[in-house]
């Protein structure tokens, strides 16, 4: 009997390793499928940029040129007026890999955001800003993380070069982030270096396969064309008539609305 009861006791105790092995198993495996699935949840996250307010053109172009850089798959302009060869000086011919959308308010720029479920997210220094450089969470969790970058596609906006986000695009605004500093020597980045942070945290998060290299430099591809630069070819067509129009009247850059954001001066 003693025997008996020995050899049911090791057979129930190795029936409980086994249960307890296949248990911890299946979590790793349920961790693991979690992780894939946040990841790729992350990969599909969509990213643009907003000009609207940047006054000087060697700024507009670089701010093009970090878009390209860091994977931003549109860039919208505002301004009535439409104008496509706007000051692109300081991209280095990355404007050519840039597909652009016009809107002739930010009203508009805001509704066609939402519609197809992007969140407005300013850069600025406000009291309910994210900090970009706050992540949390358990290995592989799922649920039981945090990340500055909402639950939505994003359009990133920054603001002026001198007094920062205007308060009409405040008002648009759904939610802001801010880049940490960790000195006290000075308050803020200019708009392209604030630009270059912002946009490659986002794109270090989201996950995508780094460009292909070759040398000490980045491999380019082959520039759009005109119509794949614009996102649809009537708007190409409507910025060729009225650079047209324009041409044939013989205006001068002092005739533009001085109040057009991206155009102005």
Same mark, same amino acid.
Request: hydrophobic residues 40%; contains cysteine.
């Given at each position: 009997?003693?025997?008996?009861?020995? #050899?049911?006791?090791?057979?129930?105790?190795?029936?409980?390793?086994? &249960?307890?092995? &296949?248990?911890?198993?299946?979590?790793?495996?349920?961790?693991?499928?979690?992780?894939?699935?946040?990841?790729?949840?992350?990969? *599909?996250?969509? +990213?643009?940029? +907003?000009?609207?307010?940047?006054? %000087?053109?060697?700024?507009?172009?670089?701010?093009?040129?970090?878009?390209?850089?860091?994977?931003?798959?549109?860039?919208?302009?505002?301004?009535?007026?439409?104008?496509?060869?706007?000051? #692109?000086?300081? &991209?280095?011919?990355?404007?050519?890999?840039?597909?652009?959308?016009?809107?002739?308010?930010? =009203?508009?720029?805001?509704?066609?955001?939402?519609?197809?479920?992007? $969140?407005?997210? *300013?850069?600025?220094?406000? /009291? $309910?800003?994210?900090?970009?450089?706050?992540?949390?969470? !358990?290995?592989?969790?799922? *649920?039981?993380?945090?990340? /500055?970058?909402?639950?939505?596609?994003?359009?990133?906006?920054?603001?002026?070069?001198?007094?920062?986000?205007?308060?009409?695009?405040?008002?648009?605004? $759904?939610?802001?982030?801010?880049? /940490?500093?960790?000195?006290?020597?000075? =308050?803020?980045?200019?708009?392209?270096?604030?630009?270059?942070?912002?946009?490659?945290?986002?794109?270090?998060?989201? *996950?995508?396969?780094?460009?292909?290299?070759?040398?000490?430099?980045?491999?380019?591809?082959? /520039? +759009?064309?005109? %119509?794949?630069?614009?996102?649809?070819?009537?708007?190409?067509?409507?910025?060729?008539?009225?650079?047209?129009?324009? =041409?044939?009247?013989?205006?001068?850059?002092?005739?533009?609305?001085?109040? $057009?954001? !991206?155009?102005?001066?």
């Amino acid at each position: 009997i003693s025997c008996s009861v020995a #050899t049911c006791s090791t057979g129930d105790m190795d029936h409980a390793r086994m &249960a307890k092995v &296949a248990g911890v198993v299946m979590g790793v495996l349920g961790l693991w499928a979690a992780h894939r699935c946040t990841k790729a949840r992350r990969s *599909g996250r969509r +990213l643009k940029l +907003l000009i609207h307010g940047v006054q %000087k053109r060697q700024n507009i172009g670089s701010l093009l040129r970090v878009a390209v850089a860091m994977g931003v798959e549109e860039v919208l302009l505002v301004g009535k007026n439409e104008r496509k060869d706007f000051g #692109t000086f300081g &991209a280095h011919g990355t404007q050519k890999h840039a597909r652009f959308a016009h809107h002739h308010t930010l =009203a508009d720029a805001k509704q066609h955001l939402k519609d197809t479920g992007f $969140d407005l997210v *300013g850069v600025e220094i406000m /009291p $309910d800003a994210r900090n970009i450089a706050s992540y949390w969470g !358990l290995p592989f969790s799922f *649920g039981l993380t945090y990340h /500055p970058w909402g639950s939505n596609h994003i359009c990133i906006v920054m603001g002026n070069e001198g007094y920062g986000l205007h308060d009409c695009i405040k008002a648009l605004c $759904d939610w802001y982030v801010y880049i /940490p500093q960790y000195s006290q020597g000075t =308050a803020s980045l200019n708009v392209t270096s604030a630009a270059a942070v912002i946009l490659s945290h986002f794109a270090m998060w989201r *996950g995508h396969q780094e460009g292909k290299r070759e040398g000490e430099k980045f491999v380019v591809d082959t /520039p +759009l064309s005109e %119509k794949e630069r614009y996102e649809e070819s009537n708007q190409h067509d409507a910025f060729e008539a009225v650079r047209r129009e324009r =041409a044939e009247k013989a205006l001068l850059e002092d005739d533009y609305d001085q109040e $057009d954001g !991206l155009f102005d001066e």
